[in-house]
């Protein structure tokens, strides 16, 4: 019985032998993703707050909470600018934008929850967007009717206090309605769009945070909007009117360290009418952008040297009204805040670059703004 028992033994390790690297060699399913949440700001002038909604494996929202942000949403803000809410590389901070009070607020985010750690700021008028590197955050603002925008920098310490970084405010070109701010992959650039000039700013940043620039260089095509800079450090970007008639384009460029800019790709169509919103794939294979008067998605792919090619023009219907774009941090589920429905809709991203739509959420406030996923 005893060598019977020691034969079976050894014909069952033998099977697990077999069967584990098998196992482990088989591909991981596409859309498969760990929780994680999206977050949206109700952008209210008489007090905005951070809606947060939990997301499953599979994709779709369920509502989580509601956490004010000490400040004033921004009449106007919506669907004037990308990035109003940004999450740090780690996904233990969350920025927000306070338009109407001219602050930004930083919460810790722990698990879905988060917690207001400072409010401070933004030293300077209508901040419309935000982005952070490490320990460094810059926020822009648009200025208004006595001021002109700018950018300003802060510190923001193991508490998620921020702290002003002195000689870090930085002009831009003039009157010209920008769009967004973010830096590139080292935290060594700073980028700004400018809506009305058809600029885009380039800024230095030296290890202290300081930004120096800007240096311009004109666009493409009109109206840059929205960006995304790839982990290769280029930058793809929307452009409202930077097709034949009217029609919409997205442009990309090579972006150096040291703020050099120089044009790979200039301004392919997509057929749809305006392009503001994009995001870009961490894998850099793939970007997106939202045409808010089409009510579609357009998709593009991306070649290693940066040049892009649209895939399709409509890889998604919305709904018009479309606004900001957010993909999770493995860039398995693209979601996309419509404001006329007052949803936010989820799709599914498959590895050739298509959509499938998985969820449909209802219920989000008029005016809301700002969109980020993990």
């Known amino acids: 019985m005893k060598k019977q028992n020691v ?53 779709p929202l369920t509502w989580a909470g509601t956490f004010a942000t000490d400040g004033l949403g921004g009449v106007g803000l919506t669907g004037s600018n990308q990035g109003g809410l940004v999450l740090s590389a780690d996904a233990k901070s969350l920025l927000v934008v306070n338009a109407g009070s001219n602050d930004i607020s930083a919460f810790r985010v722990n698990h879905g929850d988060l917690t207001l750690t400072d409010k401070a700021g933004s030293m300077g008028t209508f901040p419309i967007s935000v982005t952070i590197h490490e320990n460094v955050v810059y926020v822009l603002n648009a200025g208004g009717k006595e001021a002109a925008g700018n950018i300003a920098g802060f510190h923001l310490n ?62 493409s095509g009109a109206t840059p909007f929205g960006f995304a800079i790839d982990k290769k450090g280029q930058l793809i ?27 790979v790709s200039g301004s392919i169509p997509d057929t749809q009418m305006a392009a503001c919103w994009l995001v870009v794939t961490g894998n850099s294979r793939y970007a997106y952008t939202a045409n808010a008067h089409s009510g579609t998605i357009s998709s593009y792919s991306i070649a290693s040297s940066g040049e892009i090619t649209l895939l399709q ?5 919305t709904g018009a009204g479309n606004l900001d774009l957010a993909l999770t941090r493995n860039s398995g589920f693209l979601y ?39």
């Open 313 to 317: 023009a409509v890889a998604a219907n």
């Open 158 to 219: 193991d508490h998620g206090q921020l702290s002003p970084i002195p000689g870090s405010a930085r002009s831009l070109s003039g009157k010209t309605a920008p769009a967004q701010i973010s830096f590139n992959p080292t935290g060594s650039v700073l980028v700004v769009a400018e809506k009305s000039t058809s600029l885009i700013d380039i800024y230095t940043v030296d290890p202290n945070g300081i930004a120096t620039g800007p240096t311009t260089h004109s666009s």
């Open 237 to 263: 970007v929307s452009e409202a009117a930077g097709g034949p008639s009217g029609t919409s384009a997205v442009s990309s460029y090579s972006l150096s360290n040291k703020g050099d800019l120089s044009t």
């Open 336 to 374: 996309n805040f419509i404001n006329a429905s007052h949803t936010i809709e989820g799709f599914s991203v498959h590895s050739d670059g298509s959509l499938t739509l998985i969820d449909t959420l209802t219920g989000i406030p008029p005016g809301a703004d700002g969109l980020a996923a993990n």
């Open 7 to 59: 034969s079976v033994i050894l014909t069952i390790v033998s099977l697990l032998v077999l069967v584990v690297p098998a196992a482990e060699a088989r591909p991981n399913n596409e859309h498969h993703s760990s929780n994680g949440a999206v977050y949206i700001m109700t952008n209210d002038p008489s007090g905005n707050s951070v809606l947060v909604y939990s997301r499953s494996a599979d994709g």
